[in-house]
């Protein structure tokens, strides 16, 4: 994933910024990047869709949420994790924050429907947002794991490639928006004239009027289909984690940009460990012998299997702790612990030559349970809380 640079610095907040010192704050930089105003300057449109991909994060509430907690790691635009700015053209940039600007990006530098560059400001209805559930092993949440999913979703048509028509000829100019995609209003008010912008009702934001509807899609430009959207998840992620997508939701109407793609973790239940927060548990059943001998043992993590040296008289209930065989944490560069909990396995049935070995065993002192008064004792629980209140 490649380094990016956090949202709230993109936009020059703090991280506790409300909303509209967000919002202000992002118009004051989009100002100054815009591309009518820096033209060829590559840079200077880099920081601009840069910007645009840090307020599209910020100014949603659950998506900022989101990368509070996890960063960049918790989102991906349509070439990878790392937030909505890949997923996007600069037409939906125009489009998406129009909001932001009482009515398009174009009435600041060339008060029309188009930029001074040429771009076409209008779009048709955004797509909705999708929501699917992944699940995965814990093996795959350690290592990450890329994932092709086919998701069932409208899809720009095909046979007129979105555009609505039966032809290109078939594509004329709204009258009532002059092919802009906006209408303007202008109304008296007690402070004086106030102007208003919004998309236009006739073609519901596209600028076209269509002559003779494509028949795929009955002039929406969009089908319901299948699509295979490949899905990079970074190491670490838990149940409750929900990526995000952007672009790759259902495709708009009449040109509109698609929606996104949320992504909720499901894991799966695994045969041998079990997972707290970032560390991995096992339990190990060792035999009578080996916990009074000691012993050499091999004990599987998610990476393959380690040996661990078994003290001669290990105690049922020891706690080992292997360093960085846990789950990596996600936007950080550390792992968890592994912990193994050792069980001194008793036979239930044995055989009369073992019985009498036992039976004299039985009778040594040295084989008489100490009996530890209560505050001498140290229980699993124990145990357990000063791994975990060590900072792992």
């Known amino acids: 994933m490649a380094n990016k640079r956090d949202y709230y610095e993109v936009l020059g907040v703090q991280k506790g910024a409300a909303a509209d010192e967000i919002k202000k704050s992002y118009r004051k ?197 299948e699509e295979t959207i490949q899905i990079d998840i970074p190491g670490g992620v838990s149940e409750e984690m929900q990526l995000s997508m952007s672009g790759k939701g259902n495709a708009g109407i009449n040109g509109g940009p698609s929606g996104d793609l949320l992504i909720n973790i499901q894991e799966k239940e695994h045969d041998q460990f079990t997972r707290d927060g970032y560390n991995i548990l096992y339990e190990l059943d060792v035999n009578f012998a080996d916990a009074v001998l000691g012993k050499s043992i091999e004990v599987p993590t998610l990476t393959g299997s380690v040996k661990i040296t078994l003290p001669p008289g290990t105690q049922s209930g020891k706690v080992f702790r292997l360093r960085d065989k846990g789950l990596p944490v996600v936007n950080r560069n550390s792992r968890g612990v592994q912990l193994i909990h050792i069980n001194i396995w008793v036979p239930t049935d044995v055989n009369a030559d073992e019985k009498k070995m036992l039976e004299k065993l039985q009778m040594s002192d040295n084989f008489k349970p100490q009996n530890k008064p209560k505050h001498e004792r140290k229980g699993f629980f124990d145990k357990m809380k000063d791994f975990f209140g060590g900072g792992h």
């Open 29 to 225: 930089v989009a100002m100054k990047y815009h591309p009518d105003r820096n033209p060829g300057d590559k840079a200077a449109e880099d920081k601009f869709k840069e910007a645009a991909e840090a307020y599209e994060v910020l100014s949603n509430k659950d998506k900022r949420a989101q990368y509070d907690r996890f960063g960049h790691a918790g989102m991906t635009g349509a070439g990878g994790f790392g937030g909505g700015g890949g997923g996007f053209s600069m037409d939906d940039i125009f489009s998406q924050f129009s909001d932001v600007f009482g009515g398009g990006f174009s009435d600041f530098f060339s008060g029309g429907g188009r930029s001074q560059g040429g771009r076409r400001q209008s779009q048709g209805q955004r797509g909705s947002n999708l929501r699917i559930r992944v699940s995965l092993t814990l093996e795959e949440i350690e290592q990450g794991v890329t994932k092709n999913i086919k998701v069932k979703k409208y899809i720009k048509c095909g046979t007129c490639d979105g555009s609505g028509a039966k032809s290109a000829t078939d594509i004329k100019t709204c009258h009532s928006c002059s092919g802009s995609g906006y209408v303007r209003k202008v109304q008296n008010t007690f402070l004086g004239q106030m102007a208003t912008t919004a998309p236009c009702p006739t073609c519901s934001g596209s600028g076209k009027a269509i002559a003779n509807k494509c028949g795929s899609c009955k002039g929406e430009g969009r089908v319901y289909g």
